[in-house]
């Protein structure tokens, strides 16, 4: 009589992804192209490797897409998702450059482990001190994802910098020499003034980030109108810091209120996950970890979803989770 070996049930509801074959009875049927003894059980994979596409996402829209991260306020995890969603997208086999927006405050560099590389920024860029190629920061890791700051702490930016300036920016990594990047992502700055003015001039879409809490909505609502006022009307939004727990208990919005409340497309929810403060305070992104975080697996499947220009939806949650954290949101 054929055994048939199902994964331990981890996805029951699909069928298998190898083409089945029975054999004779002194074999037993396992989801892959060679014959193992019965002496030799099959170990099902990890978990997380289910999560994992089996192919390339399809680049959508045309290249480059120039992609602003923002929020209104502070704090709420704009450069970390530029940091983790950059190099998902150059783990994909995309070519990125992250600019880093914030003048005052830089910390894009940190968050990558890339600051004692930054020699030089678009203000010496911009005086004539040094080329564009010297001012892009090539990470260790991935040669596709490239660094570009505008200025180092403390110093003071020039007066005429602004939209302009950063659209000239935009231009000249269209047309260098090497090849255009396929995506620019920039990392937008706190609040609605000059800064945010400037770093959103140069882009056609945007990633709003938000977390479940009434300021944060009112913030990101804001800033929602300012966007569409500039004529950026791709704009979706990433729900940080989630707690499920905390939804059960009814402490905290769901995801479904938060779309419900500012009304935009779906590209990500990102649970509280305390390794994003490991993963800072190392310079080393969450993406990069491995075994995988939940966190971790959740900005790359936005990534996954930023390239083909897709989103998600959010569903209500149940009263009893069984399926664990991804059983609250619809893919």
Do not use: H
Not at 10 to 15: E, F, G, V
Not at 108 to 113: H, I, K, T, V
Not at 310 to 330: H, L, T
């Amino acid at each position: 009589m054929l055994s048939i070996n199902i994964l331990s049930g981890a996805i029951n509801a699909k069928p298998p992804l190898f083409p089945t074959t029975f054999l004779p009875s002194t074999t037993t049927f396992y989801p892959s192209k060679t014959l193992i003894p019965k002496s030799k059980p099959y170990s099902p994979p990890p978990i997380t490797a289910l999560l994992q596409w089996n192919r390339k996402p399809q680049l959508s829209g045309e290249t480059p897409r120039v992609v602003v991260v923002t929020s209104g306020k502070g704090g709420v995890g704009k450069t970390t998702t530029t940091a983790n969603m950059g190099l998902s997208l150059a783990r994909l086999g995309f070519s990125v450059v992250a600019i880093d927006a914030d003048v005052g405050l830089r910390n894009l560099d940190l968050l990558l482990g890339l600051e004692n590389r930054v020699n030089y920024t678009v203000v010496e860029v911009l005086n004539g001190d040094c080329r564009l190629d010297q001012a892009l920061v090539r990470d260790k890791r991935w040669s596709n994802f490239e660094l570009l700051c505008i200025s180092k702490p403390r110093s003071k930016l020039a007066l005429g910098f602004g939209g302009k300036a950063l659209i000239w920016l935009v231009d000249a990594l269209k047309s260098r020499a090497e090849g255009s990047p396929e995506f620019i992502i920039i990392d937008c700055p706190a609040g609605i003034d000059a800064g945010f003015i400037t770093a959103i001039t140069p882009a056609n879409e945007a990633v709003l980030i938000t977390t479940p809490d009434i300021t944060s909505l009112r913030d990101a609502d804001r800033v929602t109108g300012l966007l569409e006022c500039d004529g950026i009307r791709d704009i979706k939004m990433m729900v940080n810091r989630v707690r499920t727990d905390m939804i059960k208990g009814e402490d905290m919005m769901s995801v479904l209120d938060v779309q419900e409340m500012l009304g935009l497309p779906l590209l990500g929810v990102i649970p509280e996950d305390t390794e994003v403060i490991r993963s800072t305070n190392r310079g080393y992104p969450l993406v990069l970890n491995k075994p995988p975080t939940l966190a971790g697996l959740a900005f790359e499947q936005a990534a996954w979803r930023l390239v083909e220009q897709d989103s998600m939806q959010a569903v209500v949650a149940e009263e009893e989770p069984k399926r664990g954290f991804f059983s609250f949101f619809g893919g």
